[in-house]
């Protein structure tokens, strides 16, 4: 789109025929507009007040003509700023996603504005950011949460006393005068979505708007319809990429953290889902991202059973505030993982052959049906392997970060088909099977973290009556990421109440 200079006030023109002076948006970054205050007498539109509070679009995303949009403008209800902005000496900054990389921009012949625009590659999964392209964000009065709905906690369960604990602590921070961070620690199988029921409650009966964040779209998927039963009355809005809730308001919103990068100043109670998570942990976008949707004085509560060493220190010099939750829900201990030696894995995996020590480890539970995780260090050892395993057992499947059968193979794993899955670190959340057996091969390798060690023997001893399950680490030496998770999970399993 293109815009003129006219009366101090930036106008949009039509792009079939415009002026000789129309320019993108992003040649006026040194003009400043005066913008006016909503005038009162306008009537404005609702469905656009709907579609733009608190978030920050392009003119794609939204449903109203240009017209519509600039009337709002000139009556103070909505704004517009250049998608990007170029430095004094020509260097490009994507607003939306604060990307300033010149590597991570591009430039295309563009039919919008008739010349060479540069775009940015770093945001481009959520639609093109270009030199033309406006962001529109809303300035009058906010469509309000529903009051009149008590969003009343259906949920019934209990909460065992770690849960309870950090419940307390979650639901009295919402009524201390200055917010900020706090750090939840929860163990692998801690029932960390139960015990945000009641602070999610409280938040909402105080006007809060929610937010849920998390790296994985399979977790918006998980969690959209719990939260959905815990609060029958709340509008739980999920967004994914593909998700039809995309332009829907509601006080309580689970979303993948990409989705946030359309959010601004949104919400003030905020939960980020396994904040040391790839690739929230790597992405300075999605970080920005969240920082974006979440409003100046908003608590954000931080919840991950295995918080980054920056994290841990910060909480323990006292410079952020948290509480542990070290017991599962059952109340039993964590498996703590044996160590095994297996010789060299690598030549013994490259050679499609399984290492002795592994075999004797996992025929009985073969033969006694008992389903195993079996964890590889990369993907090209594991389709060296693979073969070798489904020779010699029954029902062996093979599962991976790029696999496109990925979410089949998984399913058939819960439903007991497959009996052993061999797969790399990409299972190292999220999926547990009840009563499965945990190993990995080669856990002296590189990939296997403290972090990816700790959640990796989570997918273990899930259920209440079988807390006892076996985590093994086959390795060709004992490093020490290894000792380290196993002194993590010990030191979680010592804690008493
Ligand atoms: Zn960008
Ligand atoms: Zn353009």
């Known amino acids: 789109m293109l815009f003129v200079l006219e009366q101090n006030w930036l106008v949009p023109v039509t792009e079939n025929d415009p002026p000789a002076n129309a320019q993108p948006l992003s040649a006026f970054t040194n003009h400043t507009i005066q913008w006016p205050q909503p005038d009162r007498n306008f009537s404005f539109n609702t469905e656009l007040q709907q579609i733009l509070t608190m978030r920050r679009l392009t003119t794609d995303e939204i449903n109203h003509s240009i017209s519509t949009l600039y009337d709002h403008a000139r009556n103070g209800y909505v704004r517009f700023e250049a ?22 921009f591009a430039s295309f012949s563009c039919a919008r504005c008739g010349q060479e625009c540069t775009y940015c590659r770093r945001c481009i999964t959520m639609g093109r950011v270009s030199a033309c392209t ?21 949920w019934e369960g209990t909460l065992s006393p770690f849960q309870q604990q950090a419940s307390d602590k979650l639901v009295a921070r919402l009524h201390e005068a200055t917010a900020g961070e706090f750090l939840l620690w929860a163990v692998c199988g801690a029932g960390k979505t139960e015990m ?16 849920i964040a998390t790296p994985r779209t399979d977790v918006v998927l998980e969690l959209a319809p719990r939260l959905n039963e815990a609060f029958p009355e709340a509008e739980v809005i999920a967004l994914y990429g593909g ?43 999605l970080h920005f991202a969240v920082q974006e949707a979440r409003t100046p004085d908003a608590e954000t509560v931080y919840l991950t059973a295995t918080p980054s060493p920056d994290m841990k220190t910060r909480a323990r010099t006292g410079r952020l505030p948290y509480v542990t939750v070290p017991r599962r829900y059952h109340g039993f201990d964590l498996p703590v993982p044996s160590f095994r030696w297996c010789g060299n894995w690598r030549t013994s ?29 990369s ?30 193979k998984v399913q058939a794993f819960r439903d ?17 099977v009840p009563g499965s057996q945990v190993a990995v091969v080669g856990a002296d390798a590189p990939v296997f973290t403290e972090a990816a060690l700790v959640q990796i023997a989570g997918r273990a001893g899930r259920k209440a009556s079988d807390p006892n399950a076996d985590v093994i680490y086959f390795h060709y030496g004992i490093t020490r ?17």
């Open 481 to 497: 990421e290894m000792a380290a998770a196993k002194r993590h999970i010990e030191a979680m399993n010592e804690s008493k109440m």
């Open 243 to 285: 998700s039809e809730d995309r332009f829907k308001q509601g006080q309580l919103v689970v979303s993948t953290t990409h989705q946030l990068l359309r959010y601004k100043d949104a919400f003030s109670f905020v939960i980020i889902d396994e904040v040391d998570a790839f690739p929230y942990s790597a992405d300075a976008m």
């Open 134 to 154: 406006p962001l529109w964000t809303w300035h009058g009065p906010e469509t309000q949460p529903d009051s009149a709905n008590p969003h009343t906690l259906a």
């Open 416 to 432: 007991g088909t497959t009996k052993v899955l061999l797969t790399t670190t990409i299972l190292e959340r999220g999926v547990t």
């Open 379 to 408: 993907i090209v050892l594991l389709e060296q392997i693979l073969p070798t395993f489904q020779q010699q057992y029954p029902s062996v499947d093979g599962v991976h970060a790029e696999d496109a059968e990925r979410k089949e």
């Open 349 to 377: 995996l490259q050679r499609a052959q399984i290492p002795t020590t592994v075999s004797t480890w996992l025929r009985p539970y073969v033969d006694q049906d008992v389903p195993v995780f079996l964890f590889l260090p």
């Open 196 to 211: 945000l029921f009641p602070a999610i409650e409280r938040a909402l009966a105080l006007g809060k708007r929610v937010l």
């Open 83 to 104: 998608g990007i902005t170029f430095s004094a000496s020509g260097r490009p900054h994507c607003v939306r996603c604060d990307n300033t990389d010149p590597t991570r």
